[in-house]
């Protein structure tokens, strides 16, 4: 059976936790440590394990999630390097930490896989960016894109990529929320029920992704394909682009990945 231990127990630590424990296809005992109880006793109504330490948590485990922010992940590493050995995958989701920068924490050579996942996860729809160290095996690797394979799809992609794809699968739910706040926003100022808005944009994102994803036309034609010549839709699309979005989304994903850069410092 294998042991998959968790150091943090918050929303991304519990969306993995939850998908392994749904999927038929994985045999794993639970394990986590968190500082915040209450974490833990959700955790445990999925099955999961409580530990009384980071450390502790390490030594029952042989995949270990950091799941915690960034900021915390000096102490955390601090607490658990005397119980890393040789065999210990170390499973990172902090934003800009590389894997050079576990290992000289812990132990040099260390197994670790980073990972870039988002919230979508918790509805078992994630879309997650992995890469990993060159002392992990394809054997263990396998055993991580398993579980995010159970929680959604996955891509892997080169390390030096990591903080560049920040934007684009881990941030990114957050900046088609506020996409979507602006027209529910638009529908309430002319009179449409919110909850009517929200059902109908809603659906045309997930619809639209699904075009983007299954259809096997470009971006281009799809935009083309909904645009009647002096229509409503090219009446909105020249608003968009006399307000340049195009700019602001390369902005918004620049100032993403600097701050991912900072974060790895």
Do not use: W
Not at 17 to 36: F, H, P, Q, R, V
Not at 197 to 203: D, G, M, N, T, V
Not at 220 to 244: F, W, Y
């Amino acid at each position: 059976m294998t042991k998959i231990g968790f150091i943090g127990a918050g929303n991304m630590g519990y969306a993995i936790m939850k998908g392994i424990s749904g999927s038929k296809d994985i045999e794993a005992e639970l394990y986590a440590y968190d500082t915040y109880a209450p974490a833990l006793e959700r955790a445990a109504e999925i099955g999961v394990n409580a530990c009384g330490s980071a450390a502790e948590t390490v030594e029952k485990c042989k995949y270990v999630f950091l799941a915690v922010k960034p900021q915390q992940l000096d102490e955390v590493l601090a607490d658990i390097a005397e119980a890393v050995t040789a065999d210990t995958v170390i499973v990172s989701i902090c934003a800009g930490i590389t894997d050079d920068y576990i290992a000289s924490k812990t132990i040099a050579g260390a197994k670790v896989v980073l990972v870039m996942p988002n919230t979508p996860l918790l509805l078992g729809e994630g879309a997650t960016a992995l890469s990993h160290s060159e002392s992990v095996t394809k054997e263990e690797f396998a055993v991580i894109c398993g579980i995010f394979g159970c929680c959604g799809v996955y891509a892997v992609i080169p390390k030096d990529k990591m903080k560049e794809i920040i934007a684009i699968n881990g941030s990114s739910p957050a900046f088609i929320y506020l996409y979507a706040e602006s027209f529910i926003k638009y529908a309430k100022s002319v009179g449409i029920d919110e909850e009517v808005a929200k059902k109908l944009f809603a659906k045309s994102l997930i619809g639209s992704a699904k075009m983007i994803t299954d259809s096997g036309n470009t971006i281009e034609k799809l935009i083309e394909m909904v645009s009647s010549k002096g229509g409503t839709t090219i009446a909105g699309l020249e608003k968009l682009r006399e307000g340049d979005l195009d700019e602001a989304v390369q902005n918004c994903c620049k100032a993403c990945t600097a701050r991912a850069y900072e974060l790895s410092k």
